[in-house]
């Protein structure tokens, strides 16, 4: 069964850092995509950070660029994400997804399946 | 790319019909996804390419829609059925965004 579970949450105070994993397992991980998802109290979902197969390739949105650093290790076939400078904004369930397909799969346009249960960060003095 | 859903609450019963829209502010070709999302739970895959359903979706659920609207149908509404539904383009892969989210509530 294709499992991801995420660890690492906790509470932190405003400037602060934390580590974000996400553990995968039932799929060979070094085949996909991965990526972190965000999701503040009661409000929507906020797409955060992408990485490649190989690691090679990273993207951010902007809200976190300069502050975030996503990571993968695909021999642990774990995820990761550093957070640093945190603020208030900061404050979410943060969720790792995979790709729908693997690299090789071109048959269909990219999603998220599926999403871990999610870890959440609280920011707050 | 701003995804707007419509209605942000829609009221139904059990067995009726559920039509929930996601209108892009331009066009997203037909990288559009639907999720669904319960309480306390993660998101989950329903609908990608705009119409095709994920592995394990009941025929009931269907999306149609190119361009910049959109539609998902849920045919004949289930309990649990009942929860937050998203649309999620990624028409400039990797980066996507978010709709704002539809309730389906029990009337």
């Known amino acids: 069964e294709v499992h991801l579970e995420e660890s690492g949450g906790g509470l932190v105070q405003p400037g602060g850092s934390l580590r974000l994993s996400c553990a995968a397992s039932g799929f060979s991980f070094s085949d996909y995509d991965m990526n972190w998802v965000r999701q503040a109290p009661g409000k929507g979902l906020e797409w955060i950070a992408y990485?490649?197969?190989?690691?090679?390739?990273?993207f951010y949105a902007d809200s976190v660029k300069g502050r975030f650093t996503i990571s993968r290790d695909n021999v642990k076939n774990s995820l990761y994400l550093q957070l640093q400078s945190l603020s208030d904004a900061d404050s979410a369930i943060y969720f790792c997804a995979r790709e729908r397909a693997a690299y090789y799969d071109t048959n269909g346009s990219p999603a998220f399946d599926p999403w871990g249960q999610g870890t959440l960060v609280t920011v707050s003095s | 790319i701003v995804l707007t859903q419509s209605p942000g609450t829609l009221s139904l019963s059990p067995g009726e019909r559920a039509t929930l829209s996601c209108r892009a502010s331009q066009s997203v070709d037909t990288y559009l996804a639907w999720y669904q999302q319960k309480p306390g739970q993660a998101p989950r895959l329903l609908i990608y390419d705009a119409s095709k359903r994920a592995t394990g979706i009941p025929a009931r659920f269907s999306g149609s829609g190119s361009g910049t609207d959109f539609t998902l149908t849920i045919s004949s509404l289930e309990p649990e059925d009942f929860a937050t539904y998203y649309c999620h383009q990624r028409s400039n892969w990797p980066r996507g965004t978010f709709g704002q989210g539809t309730r389906l509530e029990i009337k």
């Open positions: 990485i490649s197969p190989t690691g090679n390739t990273i």
